[in-house]
Each structure stands twice: as structure tokens, then as C-alpha cells.
């Protein structure tokens, strides 16, 4: 994935963190949960009564917004330097990670440091770390 750093804007950067930011919040003040994403699609697998609607609503709106978004500016190109069997087999190695950390980059990196759980402050850390070591080694080894 290249990023193309000519065109980029840290003041829509900064929009959409504060935009995440304001929604996490305004789901945990309003509906009392945690804006997890793994979790709310985990939870999907085995629904409980009355939980299918605003699961389905949230991830809707995850998938709506680059579309929205789309209709006031046009979308930045993106580019993925991958084949589909090192696409899926990474999908597969996030879901099995966010799984075994009890939760993915949004709740333990944006919930979870926003309410001071240590066991985030863990999580994210090795989120972190491991995304630079990886790029470090696909850099320098391959």
C-alpha cells in the first residue's frame, strides 16, 4: 500500500480522528457500549435478542460512510500491493489476533486508552509494534 504523501491533508487526518473520537464516544454516552468493531461483528456469529438490528446499523454505517464521504469529495486512490491469498490470509491472522486480544485496534486503541484500561494500553503497545516490525521486514527482507 502506498500513501501518497503529495496530496496529504493532516486537517481531514485530524477531522476523522475527531470524528471517530466523537462517535465512540457518543455510542458509549448513548447507547452503553463499546465501539469495538471486532466485537460488534463477533457478535454477529452468535447474536443475542435484540442485538442483530444495531449490529447490523453500525457496521452499515462503517461501510456507508466512505460512500457518503465520496459524495462531498472525491476518495483518495488507493493502492494494495497484494494478491488475494496474502489478502485473506492477513484477514485471517487479524481475526484470529483480535480474537486472542479480546479486542481489535478501535476498541482497545480508541475505547479502550480513552477509558484508561491498562490491558489496552498492553494491546495497542503491541498493535503498534507489531505493524512496525512488519513493515520494517517486508522492507528490509524482502
Known amino acids: 500500500m502506498n500513501l501518497d504523501w503529495q496530496h496529504f491533508t493532516p486537517w481531514t487526518s485530524l477531522l476523522g480522528g475527531v470524528l471517530i473520537g466523537l462517535a465512540a464516544a457518543a455510542f458509549l454516552l448513548l447507547a452503553g457500549r463499546v465501539a469495538g468493531v471486532s466485537g460488534i461483528l463477533g457478535g454477529l456469529l452468535r447474536p443475542r435478542r435484540g442485538d442483530l438490528a444495531w449490529r447490523l446499523a453500525f457496521l452499515g454505517g462503517l461501510a456507508a ?40 485496534t478501535s476498541g482497545h486503541g480508541i475505547c479502550g486508552i480513552a477509558r484508561r484500561s491498562p490491558r489496552s494500553y498492553v494491546a495497542t503497545a503491541v498493535f503498534v509494534g507489531a505493524g512496525f516490525l512488519t513493515v520494517f521486514l517486508l522492507r528490509h527482507l524482502s
Open 65 to 104: 460512510a466512505p460512500l457518503l464521504y465520496a459524495l462531498a469529495a472525491p476518495l483518495p486512490p488507493a493502492t494494495v500491493e497484494a494478491g488475494p491469498a496474502l489478502l485473506v490470509a492477513a484477514g485471517l491472522l487479524v481475526g484470529l489476533g483480535t480474537r486472542y486480544g479480546a479486542g481489535c
